[in-house]
């Protein structure tokens, strides 16, 4: 017979942040543990959350453990009995060991030989006597961004419990009857009073609202069913989505009676929608205004003040301005609306007052005047302040406007762009709201008239912080500020990798204090797409650009071998994340990013690679020559790439030393496409090509592995043999290493 088992975990309120993988971690958590003692449940796992609450919910486990058949081996037969036929000590032993007379014993073979062996049949624990352990080993799995010292245990053995919020109560239901266990714990450290938390078929409704005068009361549950309709009565909405759906019918049904809308003109309104249901347990929409004077600051400071300070959703108008009032979701009902509509409506007025001071204050000195101020600002203790910085932004700026980017009219505005790019650190605006740094410089270099290319390269050069091909910022967005802020932007981000490597500084595990991640993958997107933002021909590569932010601190061939090894190893390692992002295969990934070719890394074109090679990957003739390459790549390590350089230097005939018909053929398809792979890669704009001519070396490669062996006695025709392995090598490799698009078994 089949049971519902049933587990809520009351705490403390749990961080917003946490809920979405908090309710995984239950739901797999509880899984794996019920699995580990022969528990299979015959219904997917569910899980819930709410600020209060975690849940589990398994429609149908069985009554008792599958039972457990298990092979226990003995010693060998030849040790497990005497030259007269007899038992020996160590099978009786054995045999004593497991219970059994020596009769009952069987052979088995194995691949170290015959031995003696026992077949233990364990008959399963009933369900209730193992759950206890299942919710131990449920609560032990959780792992929590920030781990609180929370003074409890628990009777398996295994000492505390660390837990991310003091724990309440424990609902345990195992078809409608409780599953006893208990969790000891004390209010202090030093109390020597010992409290215990104790499973119980009892539920807690919402802290402050009560249909029955006593908020937060115990609440009587038998069946999920029961659970989920209960704490509805009692105003928790358990289902996370169905807590969605009603904000989002509430924000819509607000905004039309104020005449207006939440949607896309607003910033991160998207988000706020996907954190706020992990705030409440009932959400209510409630309307608040302020005065319409607080509309002369910027969109930007108003949608910033009301979403990340209050978590107020903005309204708008059907052309999009914003209006004088606000959204706000509450833990509450709707009977004293107006009251608590009151008090959000103080509370963002006082922080409106304050943005509009710091924006009258902040505009009455320049931006330029503020970067003697960033001499007070320190960016990391080995690499000074944000006023040293702000110097090598600008020359950077400057450099890649005018080489990489190939714009020398632009190099002007970039410079001046990236010496004001941190200067909006220095003001009262962004001390308070740190959320809008660079873009409140853009907004204050707007407001002082500077040129559009200035002001929007500031504005948007913390920009692209995600990853995916449709992130911001977009060429309609930049217009005819898409070169400058392309200049400011890498530059910042170059600037800062490059510097913390150099200081030592590296990300490890999930620790990423300076998001040098998030700066990496800003630098592949704007690389990658740096034709679409800007329209640009220039493909510069990533060693070019990097070493020039290098040059700041010390030229990157002066650097220690371990730094620079990092560098580029964590840049390769993030650009194949970038990618694998956007879609593309991994062992495509990986053939055309190589390890060890990071000088020749342009992004844009491995872009346009990866693009093309799919087309290839499945003709006869191109897997033939990605499984032969693995071939020709182990050949070619038997000459070095100095030796090749220097035989290619004084000799680059190969005709003469090459005889049979094989490995002549194999020349002349060489001698017939290099020229033609050298100049499409040159160009850069029909790498297709590229991929053309290499699957036409299938056949001739095929057949010089047929007929040809390399590794003859002749001196001068292995040698000659080995130039045409690497030629070919070092030729393919220009392209892609295709060896990496089969698998080990191919």
């Known amino acids: 017979m089949e049971r519902e088992l049933l587990l809520e975990i009351g705490t403390e309120e749990l961080p917003a942040s946490w809920l979405p993988d908090l309710t995984r971690q239950i739901r797999d958590g509880l899984d794996a543990a019920l699995r580990s003692q022969r528990l299979l449940p015959d219904a997917p796992i569910e899980g819930y959350s709410t600020p209060r609450r975690l849940t589990a919910r398994v429609a149908k486990i069985a009554e008792r453990q599958t039972d457990l058949d298990e092979l226990v081996t003995g010693p060998p037969v030849a040790a497990a009995y005497g030259a007269d036929g007899q038992p020996t000590n160590a099978a009786v032993g054995f045999a004593r060991k497991n219970g059994v007379d020596v009769a009952q014993l069987e052979r088995v073979d194995t691949p170290k030989g015959v031995y003696l062996g026992y077949r233990k049949h364990q008959r399963g624990k009933a369900a209730v006597d193992v759950l206890p352990d299942v919710l131990a080993a449920t609560l032990r799995s959780f792992s929590f961004p920030k781990a609180m010292r929370w003074d409890a245990f628990l009777e398996d053995g295994k000492g505390e419990l660390p837990f991310g919020r003091p724990i309440r109560w424990i609902l345990y239901l195992y078809g409608g009857r409780v599953?006893?266990?208990?969790?000891?714990?004390?209010?202090?450290?030093?109390?020597?009073?010992?409290?215990?938390?104790?499973?119980?078929?009892?539920?807690?409704?919402?802290?402050?609202?009560?249909?029955?005068?006593?908020?937060?009361?115990?609440?009587?549950?038998?069946?999920?069913?029961?659970?989920?309709?209960?704490?509805?009565?009692?105003?928790?909405?358990?289902?996370?989505?169905?807590?969605q759906d009603r904000i989002a019918r509430g924000l819509e049904a607000k905004a039309r009676s104020l005449g207006g809308r939440v949607g896309s003109g607003v910033s991160h309104h998207s988000t706020l929608l996907e954190e706020v249901p992990d705030l409440i347990e009932y959400p209510t929409v409630m309307a608040g205004t302020f005065s319409s004077e607080f509309l002369s600051l910027p969109d930007e400071v108003l949608t910033t003040t009301m979403i990340h300070h209050q978590h107020n959703f903005p309204v708008v108008d059907e052309a999009g301005r914003l209006k004088p009032a606000f959204l706000a979701v509450t833990n509450t009902d709707a009977g004293n609306e107006k009251n608590v509509a009151r008090n959000y409506e103080r509370v963002l007025t006082a922080r409106l007052r304050d943005a509009r001071f710091f924006w009258d204050a902040d505009r009455k000195v320049p931006l330029e005047s503020r970067i003697e101020r960033l001499k007070t600002i320190r960016f990391h203790k080995k690499l000074g302040t944000y006023f040293e910085k702000a110097e090598r932004i600008e020359n950077l700026s400057r450099w890649l406007a005018s080489n990489a980017l190939v714009s020398p009219n632009a190099a002007d505005a970039a410079a001046k762009a990236g010496r004001l790019a941190k200067a909006d650190l220095a003001t009262e605006m962004v001390a308070e709201l740190t959320e809008l740094q660079g873009v409140m410089?853009?907004?204050?270099?707007?407001?002082?008239?500077?040129?559009?290319?200035?002001?929007?390269?500031?504005?948007?050069?913390?920009?692209?912080?995600?990853?995916?091909?449709?992130?911001?910022?977009?060429?309609?967005?930049?217009?005819?500020?898409?070169?400058?802020?392309?200049?400011?932007?890498?530059?910042?981000?170059?600037?800062?990798?490059?510097?913390?490597?150099?200081?030592?500084?590296?990300?490890?595990?999930?620790?990423?204090?300076?998001?040098?991640?998030?700066?990496?993958?800003?630098?592949?997107?704007?690389?990658?797409?740096?034709?679409?933002?800007?329209?640009?021909?220039?493909?510069?590569?990533?060693?070019?650009?990097?070493?020039?932010?290098?040059?700041?601190?010390?030229?990157?061939?002066?650097?220690?071998?371990?730094?620079?090894?990092?560098?580029?190893?964590?840049?390769?390692?993030?650009?194949?994340?970038?990618?694998?992002?956007?879609?593309?295969?991994?062992?495509?990934?990986?053939?055309?990013?190589?390890?060890?070719?990071?000088?020749?890394?342009?992004?844009?074109?491995?872009?346009?690679?990866?693009?093309?090679?799919?087309?290839?990957?499945?003709?006869?003739?191109?897997?033939?020559?990605?499984?032969?390459?693995?071939?020709?790549?182990?050949?070619?390590?038997?000459?070095?790439?100095?030796?090749?350089?220097?035989?290619?230097?004084?000799?680059?005939?190969?005709?003469?030393?090459?005889?049979?018909?094989?490995?002549?053929?194999?020349?002349?398809?060489?001698?017939?496409?290099?020229?033609?792979?050298?100049?499409?890669?040159?160009?850069?704009?029909?790498?297709?090509?590229?991929?053309?001519?290499?699957?036409?070396?299938?056949?001739?490669?095929?057949?010089?592995?047929?007929?040809?062996?390399?590794?003859?006695?002749?001196?001068?025709?292995?040698?000659?043999?080995?130039?045409?392995?690497?030629?070919?090598?070092?030729?393919?490799?220009?392209?892609?290493?295709?060896?990496?698009?089969?698998?080990?078994?191919?």
């Not at 006593?214 to 807590?243: C, I, M, P, S």
């Not at 992002?581 to 390890?595: I, S, T």
């Open 179 to 243: 599953v006893p266990f208990t969790i000891r714990r004390t209010e202090q450290a030093e109390s020597s009073t010992v409290q215990e938390v104790v499973s119980a078929a009892f539920t807690y409704g919402h802290r402050f609202l009560t249909t029955s005068g006593r908020a937060g009361r115990a609440v009587k549950v038998r069946t999920f069913e029961d659970y989920e309709a209960r704490l509805a009565e009692h105003f928790v909405v358990l289902n996370r989505q169905e807590r």
């Open 441 to 746: 410089g853009g907004i204050y270099a707007r407001e002082e008239q500077q040129p559009e290319s200035v002001w929007k390269a500031i504005y948007y050069h913390y920009l692209p912080d995600a990853v995916g091909p449709d992130a911001p910022p977009m060429r309609q967005q930049l217009g005819g500020a898409a070169i400058t802020w392309a200049a400011v932007s890498l530059a910042d981000k170059l600037d800062t990798v490059a510097g913390m490597f150099y200081a030592g500084e590296k990300p490890t595990g999930s620790r990423d204090p300076f998001g040098l991640r998030r700066q990496t993958h800003g630098i592949f997107k704007i690389l990658v797409d740096l034709q679409a933002l800007t329209g640009l021909p220039a493909r510069p590569t990533l060693q070019m650009v990097l070493a020039e932010a290098a040059r700041a601190f010390a030229p990157i061939d002066q650097w220690p071998v371990e730094s620079r090894q990092l560098m580029e190893g964590f840049l390769l390692d993030r650009y194949r994340y970038v990618l694998e992002q956007r879609g593309f295969d991994v062992r495509n990934v990986r053939a055309v990013l190589q390890e060890g070719r990071f000088t020749h890394l342009n992004p844009a074109d491995a872009l346009k690679r990866l693009e093309a090679l799919p087309e290839f990957t499945g003709s006869a003739d191109f897997q033939k020559l990605a499984i032969a390459f693995k071939r020709v790549k182990n050949i070619a390590r038997e000459i070095s790439d100095a030796e090749f350089e220097a035989l290619e230097q004084t000799d680059r005939e190969l005709g003469p030393a090459l005889k049979d018909p094989a490995e002549i053929a194999l020349l002349q398809e060489l001698q017939q496409r290099e020229p033609v792979i050298d100049s499409v890669l040159k160009s850069g704009d029909t790498l297709r090509r590229a991929f053309v001519e290499a699957a036409q070396f299938g056949p001739a490669v095929d057949r010089f592995f047929t007929e040809v062996f390399v590794m003859v006695d002749d001196p001068a025709l292995r040698k000659a043999r080995l130039r045409l392995m690497k030629r070919l090598e070092r030729l393919i490799l220009r392209i892609a290493d295709i060896s990496e698009i089969v698998s080990e078994t191919e």
